[in-house]
């Protein structure tokens, strides 16, 4: 017993340690990705929206904030008309975010980081639940860039096109 009697004390150090490391290690699995925050400008020059795919339906801007663990991800479009439209995703790490979009979908959304930067991974369903659209994007930051590698399928069709934007 008189063993026991010292051992308690350590026992609680050893797991509170323990538990602090635990924690620091999965915080730093958020903050390990780049920082992605801030205003960013497509650049058309450097992107390839893919000989199917409108260059109006993708983003012109995307702005990215940091806030408490969470990435908003606020994406503007311009039409040929001049129209602009804008969209808002708030992204937690191992969370599905969900949302009904403008055109009326059903958006679920997952986020995952990696030290090299992050994956955005989405569904689209309809009312009737039926996956109608899903698209995987590969976020990294080069050569102070933002870019995205988008896989894209809309009705079974599947696109492939790479992003960059400057700030």
Same mark, same amino acid.
């Given at each position: ?83 602009v439209s804008s969209s808002t995703d708030t992204l937690?790490?191992?969370?599905? =975010?969900?949302?009904?979009?403008? $055109? &009326?979908?059903?958006?679920? !959304?997952?986020?995952? %980081? ?7 991974? =989405?569904?689209?369903?309809?009312? $009737? &639940?039926?996956?109608?659209? !899903?698209?995987?994007? %590969?976020?990294?930051?080069?050569d102070g860039h933002l870019q995205i590698i988008a896989?894209? $399928? ?14």
């Open positions: 017993m008189a063993y026991r009697a010292w051992y308690y004390p350590f026992k609680i150090i050893i797991n509170m340690k323990t538990i602090i490391i635990t924690g620091l290690l999965f915080s730093s699995l958020w903050v390990s990705g780049q920082d992605f925050t801030g205003s960013w400008k497509r650049d058309n020059l450097l992107s390839n929206a893919g000989e199917h795919i409108s260059i109006n339906s993708i983003p012109v801007t995307v702005e990215v904030k940091k806030a408490d663990q969470a990435l908003i991800i606020t994406y503007t479009s311009k039409n040929g008309k001049g129209e937690s790490e191992g969370k599905i =975010s969900q949302k009904v979009t403008a $055109t &009326g979908l059903h958006k679920s !959304t997952t986020l995952k %980081a990696d030290g090299a930067g992050y994956e955005i991974t =989405s569904d689209y369903r309809d009312d $009737t &639940g039926t996956v109608v659209r !899903t698209s995987k994007e %590969a976020w990294t930051l080069t896989d894209f $399928t809309s009705n079974e069709v599947p696109y492939h096109f790479v992003e960059v934007f400057g700030k």
